[in-house]
Every structure is written in structure tokens, then in C-alpha cells.
């Protein structure tokens, strides 16, 4: 089956860039997918990609995706306090499939 | 993006009764939608996926006789914990998706249940 796969821990100091890697194995997916999660709350969706992109970037976060090593990343550029969360990647085949998230710390 | 509404955003119920779980898409019309479940510091688990008038489809592992999922509008699904009991205990997400292969899939604010 589909498999999603991303480091649990990162944490970063309050203005560095932060960067979270995702891996997975489904070649016939077509969108890929960055989700944050706070604490005690639901999902909200922070961009995703088309699988014929290899880069978007939107303010702050640039998702770099290289599709022949079936690997995505999100960058969080000048990360701050209410950036620490767990981000999701996940990836748009017959379902969502989610990897474990990363939970990424910031440092003051 | 579209909004989907979860309804309760927290329960408490005594074992053995049975608590039902609202998701709605209230501004489009959703023909799939999926129900996961988060254990503490875990990921999300896909429970099942249901579309619009036909019966849920559950993912291994998953008890269909205790989380019975109905979809019976594009605009409604109802999840409903029969018989609780405190290890069923965790978040639960919705998620709706409009057409088939549609770009993404909207998620509910979840609901935390607890059973005592």
C-alpha cells in the first residue's frame, strides 16, 4: 500500500529556517500536501503541489518536491513562536494518505 | 477554501452509551467523505471513506458495528460510537472531498470524545 514517511522532531531557533522532509511511495500521486496541526485543534491545509511542479512558493513557505526520488519538503522561512506545531504531509491517491508528522519546536 | 463543520467539538459520556459525531460541508456539495482517528502524539488513522448514498468503506482493523458511519446527503455524514468505552477515547476528524479526484479534501475542526 501507500506509504507516507517524515522525521518526528525538528526544532529550530526563532528566526532560522526550518525545513521538514517527507518521503512516500505512491508514483501515480497527484497532489501532495502540507498540513499543520496545533495543539488540541483540527487540520489546516498550508499548500500543496501539482506532481508536475517541482517548486512553489507562497510567503513564507517554499515546497520543493522531487518527484523521480519521491520526495517532498517544506521550508519555513524566519520561523517564529507560532510556528511550532506538527505538520503533515500527505498525498492525494484513492485516499489521504498521511505520514506520522513532524512536530517542529521553536526556540526562542 | 470550502468549510467543513464538525459538530460536537468536545463529548463526555459514560461507558456504554452512544455519542454521534456531525460533518458538514456547508458550502459545497461533498460526495466523499473520510473519518480519522488521532491517538495522543500519533498520527491521523483512516477509519473509513463514505460517499453519498452508499455504505462506508472501513479500513482493516476498524469495527463497523461499533463506528457506524452514515452519509445520507452531499452534505451531511454521521459518525456514531455505539457502546462506548474509555479506549475509544481519542480525536476524531472528518474530512469532505467535492468531485472525484478533486484537488483537495477539506477538514473538520475535529472532535475530542472522552468516555468515563
Known amino acids: 500500500g501507500e506509504d507516507v514517511e517524515q522525521s518526528l522532531f525538528l526544532s529550530v531557533r526563532e528566526g532560522d529556517s526550518s525545513v521538514i522532509n517527507c518521503t512516500y511511495t505512491d508514483s501515480s500521486s497527484t497532489y501532495l500536501y502540507w498540513y499543520k496541526q496545533e495543539p488540541g485543534a483540527g487540520l489546516q491545509l498550508l499548500t500543496y503541489i501539482f506532481s508536475n511542479m517541482d517548486m512553489k512558493q507562497d510567503q513564507r513557505l517554499t515546497v520543493l518536491l522531487n518527484k523521480k526520488d519521491k520526495h517532498l519538503s517544506l521550508r519555513i522561512a524566519d520561523t517564529q513562536t507560532g510556528d511550532s506545531a506538527i505538520y503533515f504531509c500527505?498525498?492525494?491517491?484513492?485516499?489521504?494518505?498521511f505520514g506520522p508528522g513532524t512536530r517542529l519546536s521553536v526556540l526562542p | 477554501g470550502a468549510v467543513v463543520s464538525q459538530h460536537p467539538s468536545w463529548v463526555i459520556c459514560k461507558s456504554g452509551t452512544s455519542v454521534k459525531i456531525e460533518c458538514r460541508s456547508l458550502d459545497f456539495q461533498a460526495t466523499t467523505m473520510f473519518w480519522y482517528r488521532q491517538f495522543p502524539k500519533q498520527s491521523l488513522m483512516l477509519m473509513a471513506t463514505?460517499?453519498?448514498?452508499?455504505?462506508?468503506?472501513?479500513e482493516q482493523g476498524v469495527e463497523k458495528d461499533k463506528f457506524l458511519i452514515n452519509h445520507a446527503s452531499l452534505t451531511l455524514s454521521t459518525l456514531t460510537v455505539t457502546s462506548a468505552h474509555p479506549e475509544d477515547s481519542s480525536f476524531y476528524i472528518c474530512?469532505?472531498?467535492?468531485?472525484?479526484?478533486?484537488?483537495?479534501?477539506?477538514f473538520g475542526q475535529g472532535t475530542r470524545l472522552t468516555v468515563v
Open positions: 500527505a498525498v492525494n491517491g484513492q485516499n489521504f494518505v
Open positions: 474530512s469532505a472531498r467535492g468531485a472525484p479526484g478533486a484537488t483537495e479534501a477539506f
Open positions: 463514505s460517499n453519498e448514498g452508499s455504505k462506508a468503506t472501513y
